[in-house]
């Protein structure tokens, strides 16, 4: 069948009458729907899922609507003397423009927090300071700088909220535990603390940082990159930019998600 846009199939199915033939005859018949789905031909009052005939046409053509709900509709010629059958002869679709889904796979939290190798994303990073506890340390800020991302990106008071919420929850419980199965040590142990003391205690910190900044156009990157190499422990100046940079990478990825996914602010 062939598929035409809506008006293509507006100016095709000119002409003809609001349906006022005895559809009943056909009750059964099996058709191909614009949709992409066989449907099986259900006259109203023939339950379940009726088929709306939305206009008959010369000939013994019919329009129908897409039973499922779809925004599809078919333009069918009735065929046999005895036995009827429909032939599918065009059909449109109408895309809807659903917005999409906004979650912590949508937004890629799952990869900027906990599908990578820390040690390996951090190698070339910190070079011989890497440590279990800054590695852990450095989950915790990824998982931050995510949430925070979306809260600076976002147009969509109620998106970044969720993701703030969807960031803390898939970090717990799906997080911690693939980082403990790729690392072979576990972020609560190595640091002491059980997941949601220590993103309220980190999290608190970086926060400070950036609701105290005077210049809200600027991202205060280096004051944020500061209280991470404070608490890292680590004081190079290499290390330092280096950190910096990555920061700045998560951060892109974070905005160029924020518009695919539609809540970019403007
Ligand atoms: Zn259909």
């Known amino acids: 069948m062939e598929i035409v846009t809506p008006d293509e199939f507006a100016r095709r199915t000119l002409g003809g009458r609001p349906n006022r033939l005895d559809v009943t005859i056909y009750d059964g018949c099996e058709y191909q729907c614009a949709c992409g789905e066989v449907h099986v031909f259900r006259p109203s009052g023939f339950e379940p899922s009726e088929t709306q005939v939305l206009r008959e046409l010369p000939w013994m053509r019919l329009v129908l609507a897409c039973p499922l709900g779809e925004d599809a509709a078919t333009c069918v010629k009735i065929r046999g003397w005895f036995k009827y059958r429909f032939q599918s002869l065009f059909g449109t679709t109408v895309e809807t423009d659903k917005p999409p889904e906004i979650n912590a796979t949508t937004a890629k939290i799952d990869e900027q927090v906990y599908l990578m190798n820390y040690r390996d994303h951090y190698a070339d990073i910190l070079a011989d300071q890497i440590t279990p ?16 991302g979306y809260r600076i990106f976002s147009s969509d008071a109620e998106a970044s909220e969720k993701l703030i919420g969807e960031t803390v929850n898939a970090s717990k419980y799906l997080g911690l535990g693939m980082f403990q199965q790729v690392h072979g040590f576990a972020v609560e142990i190595e640091l002491e603390s059980d997941f949601i003391s220590l993103i309220e205690e980190r999290w608190r910190d970086y926060d400070v940082v950036v609701s105290t900044m005077p210049n809200a156009d600027r991202l205060p990157t280096m004051e944020i990159i500061t209280v991470l190499t404070n608490r890292l422990d680590v004081a190079e100046p290499e290390v330092t930019c280096r950190l910096s940079m990555d920061f700045l990478v998560q951060m892109d990825l974070i905005k160029r998600t924020a518009m695919e996914i539609g809540i970019l602010r403007k």
Request: hydrophobic share 60%; no cysteine; net charge positive.
């Open 133 to 148: 506890s800054r590695l852990a340390e450095l989950f915790l800020f990824r998982a931050w700088t995510a949430q925070f």
